[in-house]
């Protein structure tokens, strides 16, 4: 089983940040390797907390791979937590947390824990899967529809 973490700061809001990792329907257009997403099953469970069911398109040269899972996005405590429900890993959870650090800053923390069915398919893509899982959300944010660099 791989894990990897890490914490960055950067110069906009937890609010911000958390929208802009909330919005999977997105992702196709800043995140590495993903290269379709689908969300379903969309319900509120509590003040400011929704789950949905997420299904993932992940590519890299000629592997394709699609997974699902349930996130969790919870605003009030500007968390998301991700549980896997199926494709091709034995195991996945990942979760974020926005901490503010001010108007127009914050740290993001971000956590992955996996691990692969096939053996091969780990050894392709399981050094690439930390990379770029918090790569873009930390450098990236949308501004008026469109998603811009933070620097």
């Not at 469970?45 to 699609?66: D, H, N, P, Q």
């Not at 990236?140 to 620097?151: A, D, Q, T, W």
């Amino acid at each position: 089983m791989s894990r990897f973490s890490t914490k960055r700061r950067v110069r906009h809001s937890a609010s911000d940040m958390f929208d802009l990792v909330a919005d999977i329907e997105r992702y196709p257009e800043f995140v590495p390797l993903c290269r379709s997403t689908r969300v379903g099953q969309r319900r509120t469970v509590g003040e400011g907390i929704e789950t949905l069911r997420s299904e993932m398109t992940v590519a890299y040269k000629i592997i394709s791979e699609t997974f699902v899972t349930r996130v969790t996005l919870d605003k009030p405590r500007l968390q998301i937590h991700v549980q896997y429900l199926e494709g091709p890993f034995r195991q996945l959870e990942n979760r974020w947390t926005f901490v503010p650090l001010g108007e127009h800053a914050c740290e993001v923390e971000f956590f992955i824990s996996y691990e692969f069915r096939s053996r091969t398919l780990g050894f392709l893509m399981g050094s690439m899967l930390p990379k770029h899982s918090n790569a873009a959300p930390t450098q990236c944010l949308r501004e008026n529809g469109r998603i811009v660099s933070s620097e």
